[in-house]
């Protein structure tokens, strides 16, 4: 049964999927089911690289259909880069928040999306079609042709256009790093026509978006952000069709960049609270964005329509001085961490990509990057106040004042 709640406002369950317990419920529970019958109330963590059975014969028999069609492994695991219990358990629930039949885990996002350029690569579509800004190592693996990819940077509106007989695989970013440049997930996935679209959706979280209910084959996720949500695990995940999971596991398997099974059950245990946080951060974040947007020391502040837990501002003064000067906020790359993230992207997430690239994309030398954590709106505030320097603002006056400093 699917109540009304404020889960199902993007269009959750996904069209075409059969019908699901809400977000939040899936959460909490998916890749848990088989716990109560196990007489166990939190996940088991199995750390074995390898399995033992008397059957080779059998042993054989499997390892023939998986390099034959790389579906899950039937039965007891072999070795760990064929799949992993736990991992597992992390997949099935990632696939169920998003939507999708399947899902593939990696040992981070770059390994998932290289994983899948591989893929594409080996059935001879080697051509991508990508739109700016992507995070800054995506753009570059892509850009520098690494993987032997030939990409065709282009606009949402010249997607159909740039398809080639030899196009393996469109891909966006929505909300964009770092500008939280937004796209019409609908329109990108109709102009693609039959080439599958990779949507990163590092940013949105299933909790604010889910692509393939848009018409993504591929979504892909920076494990390392909001799914662990703590900034102490790495990983990526691709969640698709179980057609192209089976292609994934293949190029896993051959590739090695296999997610860590500590990793797995982190990851498991940070999807219980994503809504949560998800949401909770939200709120400060479109606070913060309000405020920064009417701070005289802001040139313009750039939050999604879709909202989220990110925001972006230039400054008319020097970036680096705000980085300099925060003292609650944690001056480091990376986000979707509890605690609040600032970061230059110029100097550190897109310092990769060619200036030029850089600025075409949108990213201004005076953008900062924001991750909003879980800390109290005032707090944060008042640390963002000092660090743009200048002027204090007439809030923080205010609360000064109140708070008789
Ligand atoms: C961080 C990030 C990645 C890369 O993920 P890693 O886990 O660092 O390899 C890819 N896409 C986006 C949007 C990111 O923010």
């Given at each position: 049964?699917?109540?009304?709640?404020?889960?199902?406002?993007?269009?959750?369950?996904?069209?075409?999927?059969?019908?699901?317990?809400?977000?939040?419920?899936?959460?909490?529970?998916?890749?848990?089911?088989?716990?109560?019958?196990?007489?166990?109330?939190?996940?088991?963590?199995?750390?074995?690289?390898?399995?033992?059975?008397?059957?080779?014969?059998?042993?054989?028999?499997?390892?023939?259909?998986?390099?034959?069609?790389?579906?899950?492994?039937?039965?007891?695991?072999?070795?760990?880069?064929?799949?992993?219990?736990?991992?597992?358990?992390?997949?099935?629930?990632?696939?169920?928040?998003?939507?999708?039949?399947?899902?593939?885990?990696?040992?981070?996002?770059?390994?998932?999306?290289?994983?899948?350029?591989?893929?594409?690569?080996?059935?001879?579509?080697?051509?991508?079609?990508?739109?700016?800004?992507?995070?800054?190592?995506?753009?570059?693996?892509?850009?520098?042709?690494?993987?032997?990819?030939?990409?065709?940077?282009?606009?949402?509106?010249?997607?159909?256009?740039?398809?080639?007989?030899?196009?393996?695989?469109?891909?966006?970013?929505?909300?964009?790093?770092?500008?939280?440049?937004?796209?019409?997930?609908?329109?990108?996935?109709?102009?693609?026509?039959?080439?599958?679209?990779?949507?990163?959706?590092?940013?949105?979280?299933?909790?604010?978006?889910?692509?393939?209910?848009?018409?993504?084959?591929?979504?892909?996720?920076?494990?390392?952000?909001?799914l662990g949500g703590h900034g102490d695990v790495m990983g990526g995940v691709v969640a698709c069709d179980e057609e192209m999971a089976r292609r994934l596991r293949q190029v896993r398997f051959a590739t090695g960049a296999v997610l860590h099974p500590l990793a797995?059950?982190?990851?498991?245990?940070?999807?219980?609270?994503?809504?949560?946080?998800?949401?909770?951060?939200?709120?400060?974040?479109?606070?913060?964005?309000?405020?920064?947007?009417?701070?005289?020391?802001?040139?313009?502040?750039?939050?999604?329509?879709?909202?989220?837990?990110?925001?972006?501002?230039?400054?008319?003064?020097?970036?680096?001085?705000?980085?300099?000067?925060?003292?609650?906020?944690?001056?480091?790359?990376?986000?979707?961490?509890?605690?609040?993230?600032?970061?230059?992207?110029?100097?550190?997430?897109?310092?990769?990509?060619?200036?030029?690239?850089?600025?075409?994309?949108?990213?201004?030398?005076?953008?900062?990057?924001?991750?909003?954590?879980?800390?109290?709106?005032?707090?944060l505030w008042t640390d963002l106040d000092g660090a743009l320097g200048g002027e204090r603002t007439e809030g923080a006056r205010r609360?000064?004042?109140?708070?008789?400093?």
């Amino acid at each position: 049964m699917n109540l009304p709640t404020q889960d199902t406002q993007d269009g959750f369950p996904v069209d075409g999927l059969p019908a699901r317990r809400g977000l939040a419920t899936e959460a909490v529970h998916a890749g848990r089911e088989d716990l109560v019958a196990l007489g166990l109330h939190a996940p088991p963590l199995d750390l074995s690289t390898t399995y033992p059975s008397h059957d080779s014969r059998g042993e054989a028999a499997r390892l023939d259909a998986f390099a034959a069609d790389g579906a899950e492994l039937a039965g007891p695991p072999v070795y760990a880069r064929l799949g992993n219990p736990t991992v597992a358990r992390f997949e099935t629930a990632l696939a169920r928040l998003e939507g999708t039949e399947s899902a593939v885990a990696f040992a981070s996002g770059m390994a998932a999306l290289s994983a899948v350029l591989l893929a594409r690569n080996a059935l001879g579509l080697r051509h991508v079609v990508a739109v700016r800004p992507l995070y800054g190592c995506s753009d570059h693996l892509l850009n520098a042709g690494l993987l032997g990819s030939e990409v065709t940077w282009t606009d949402p509106a010249g997607i159909a256009d740039a398809l080639r007989p030899d196009t393996g695989l469109v891909m966006v970013e929505s909300p964009a790093n770092p500008t939280l440049a937004e796209v019409d997930l609908r329109a990108v996935a109709h102009a693609c026509g039959s080439v599958p679209l990779l949507v990163d959706n590092t940013f949105a979280t299933p909790v604010l978006q889910r692509p393939a209910g848009h018409g993504a084959r591929l979504v892909l996720h920076s494990a390392t952000k909001y799914l662990g949500g703590h900034g102490d695990v790495m990983g990526g995940v691709v969640a698709c069709d179980e057609e192209m999971a089976r292609r994934l596991r293949q190029v896993r398997f051959a590739t090695g960049a296999v997610l860590h099974p500590l990793a797995g059950y982190l990851l498991l245990r940070g999807l219980s609270t994503l809504p949560v946080r998800v949401r909770a951060a939200s709120v400060t974040a479109a606070e913060l964005a309000r405020r920064l947007a009417v701070d005289p020391r802001v040139a313009r502040v750039h939050y999604p329509r879709i909202g989220g837990a990110m925001v972006a501002f230039e400054v008319h003064g020097d970036p680096h001085s705000v980085i300099a000067g925060v003292r609650l906020i944690t001056p480091a790359v990376s986000l979707g961490s509890v605690d609040t993230l600032i970061q230059h992207p110029a100097s550190i997430s897109h310092r990769i990509v060619d200036e030029t690239d850089r600025h075409g994309a949108g990213v201004s030398d005076r953008l900062l990057r924001l991750s909003v954590g879980l800390e109290d709106v005032e707090d944060l505030w008042t640390d963002l106040d000092g660090a743009l320097g200048g002027e204090r603002t007439e809030g923080a006056r205010r609360k000064e004042m109140a708070e008789g400093r």
